[in-house]
Every structure is written in C-alpha cells, then in structure tokens.
C-alpha cells in the first residue's frame, strides 16, 4: 500500500490543516515527522475550528491512528493542553500516541529562545519563543531529553539535573538572568510524564508493521520548504527539514516507502516574521488579501505578511521535495481583485535570475506577468468546468510553468469548498 507525504512548499501557512483532514478520511495512520507547537494547523467543520500545534490533523477521524513521530519536539505542556480542549469538544484523542524517541522541550529551551532573541535584537530571526530551536540544538549536540526518559525517574533525574546546571551556566553568566529551580521543573515534569506515559510507543517498530500490513498511511510536516534548515532562506528558518526527505529522518522509514508527493501551495504568498519576501505588497491590495485570506498565525497570532505568487520559488520547491501532485489552496481569496500578478523571474543589481538562488539578496525584486482577474465569488464552486475563465487561465499558467498537475483546488476553510480537478487521480490515490 502507497504512503502518501503532504508538505507545504512556501513558508508555511498553506493549508495543509485542512488538506490533510481532507485527505486523513481514507487513511489508517497519520504522522507528524517533524517541528514543534511553534506551528500550527487550522481545520473547519461546519461551526467548529480546531488549532492543532502538535497532534496530527487526522485526530478528528475516529478510525485515524495518529503519531507524533521521533523527529518532533515535543512540549508537555502544549501536548496535554491540546489533548484537553479537543475532548472538551468531544473529540476522541484515544488513538494519539507519541514516539519514544522524540526529544522533549524544556522551559529552560523556551527561555533561551526567547534570550538569544533579545540580544541579537534587529538581527534576531523572528521565532516565536516556544523553544523549539533550542531543543533541536540540545538533540544535535547529545544533550537532549527524550519522551521515553520520561518513563525511567532515575535516568530523568539524572539528565534534567546535568541539563538545567550546564544551562544555569549560561543563563547567569551570559544572559545575566535569574538561575532555574531544578526541583520545581522535576517535580512539573513528573505530573506531566504520569499523564501520557499511556501514549508513549515505540513508532519505529509501529510504522513498519504498518506498511507492511498495508495499512494507508499520511505523513505531514509543520512548517513549509522554504523554512527548511538545509534549503530554505537561510538563516531564517527552522531548525528541522519539512521537507519530503525530513520523512524518512522524522518517523525511520526508507524512502521506497514514500510513493505520492503532495505539495500545498497558497494561490499568493504569505510569510511571518522576518527574512526575504521577494514578492511582498506592501500597499493596501495586501491588506486586503491579509483581511480576505485571515493571514494571522493559527499559533501566534501574529499578522502574515502577503505577497503574489512566487512561481520560481514554487518550482525550486517541487523540484526539491519530488512533487508529483499539486494542491492550491485560498484561491478564493484573489476573488476581488481586479489585476492578478505572477511572479516569473527575479530581477537584481539589473540581472535576470531564473532559478532560485541560495542566498536573496536585499533588494531582489520579482518581475510580474498581469492576469485579469474574475472578480466573481467561487467560493460555492464544486466543479472545475463552472470556475469563471480567467480564474481557469490563472491555474493553467502555474501548471505550464510549473510543468505539474494540479489534483485539487481549495475555495474556503470548509471540508467541502474544495474542487477535485483530476478526479481520476484523486481518488485513485485517495479512494
């Protein structure tokens, strides 16, 4: 049985929420390969919205097996907090579990975080504060505390002793901070290890059997490609790989497991915090599209900066994680509008740049195609044959230069505002 992997191909904030809930109907398992609570997924269901931060979004089928993998950082907190509103709203969370080898956030991780960020001030990177790189940094330098230390005291003790003295260090000595009480974060931690010690498994030796029983399985990231730490806009990334190759790190499976590449894309682009935006508005058409499209971070709050499409971006994006299907998400959103732009090229120091570089430079600037729009509501749409022309033209163009299908279009933040442009492929990997 083919294994599905969804990834969002701009900064994030794509949809994939909602295209994964989509998508989770007809699938046995869904995984999170990577991250932390610093992102955050939005499903609508008729009155309801739910804000996943770490819990899969295929939590919301009954039928759905959903594991937090060994590549996720993992905040307690957050986790049980999460696990608490979606029963109160009679959400059954029995079938959430989390993989032994997935590395623990600390508070210690969240104010480091938030202290690094302080002092490098206008150089900072932007992240919201929730630890996550310091705990990637704590898991790459051998220092890190897991899920499954959780269920041993002693071995806990020991560790989280030896982690707050050495950050103590640094907390005092660097940052000029008050120390952390050691016996307050043990004693915190216990309360939260008796609460989901019942979740924690083994997900390697579960995942396997899985697909060996050709069970149909999803696997989906937070963030997006161009936040990744080894191809995104670096330095202002995350410190994971959203990307389809972090699936095979993030959950301890081989790539021939992987068959379909999912790849979500906004019909614009959004991004939040800092670092390059090259096709960013800054004028009132991208406060309208921030106020159409609700461009404020499921997480933080924060409002997205909007721009147009970048479809050279898009393209180094497929061409990175292997996308061999398409999905476009709030092409509703540009309904208003009378002119849309693409952006086909960039444009620096007068040269001509066709391909995405390693390094955007300050002051790259994106060189636009206009396309009328269709100034027509589509959000009621179910077909593609009923979309007004020029919104059909719009589409037709990304794909031509994209040179990839594309499976299915998103009209609103509702299960059902979607439209399924191949049919026959969709539901031949989805049926």
Known sequence: MPSNVIVGLQWGDEGKGKITDLLSKNSDYVIRYQGGNNSGHSIHVKNHRFILHLIPSGVIYSNVKCIVGPGVVVDPQSFIKEIQDLESMNIDTSKV???????????Y????????????????????????????????ARMGIRVLDLLNFKNFYQKLKYNIDFKNEIITKVYKKEPLVFESIY???????????????????????????????????AQAMLLDINYGTYPYVTTSSPSTGGVCIGTGIPPNFLENFIGVAKA??????????????????????????????ATTKRPRRCGWLDLIALKYSCMINGINYLIITKLDVLSELKTIKLCVEYKYNGQIIKCFPANIEQGIQGVYMDFPGWEKDISHIHEYEDLPENCKKYIKFIEDYLNLEILLVSVGSERNQNIIKNKYSFFKIFA
């Open 109 to 140: 991780h969240r104010l480091l975080d938030k202290y690094q960020e302080e002092i490098l001030e206008d150089q900072s990177i932007g992240t919201t504060h929730r630890g996550i790189g310091p705990t990637y940094e704590d898991k790459t």
């Open 268 to 297: 614009y682009c959004t991004r939040v915090g800092f670092g390059p935006f090259p096709t960013e508005i800054n004028n009132e058409i991208g406060d309208v599209i921030r106020q159409k499209g609700n461009e404020y971070g």
């Open 187 to 221: 004693e915190e931690y216990i309360e939260y290890a008796k609460i989901i010690y019942n979740r924690i498994i083994d997900a390697v030796h579960e995942i396997h059997d899985a697909f060996h029983n050709k069970k149909k399985i999803l696997f989906e990231g």
């Open 97 to 107: 579990f989390l993989a032994k080898r997935a590395h623990i956030t600390m508070p």
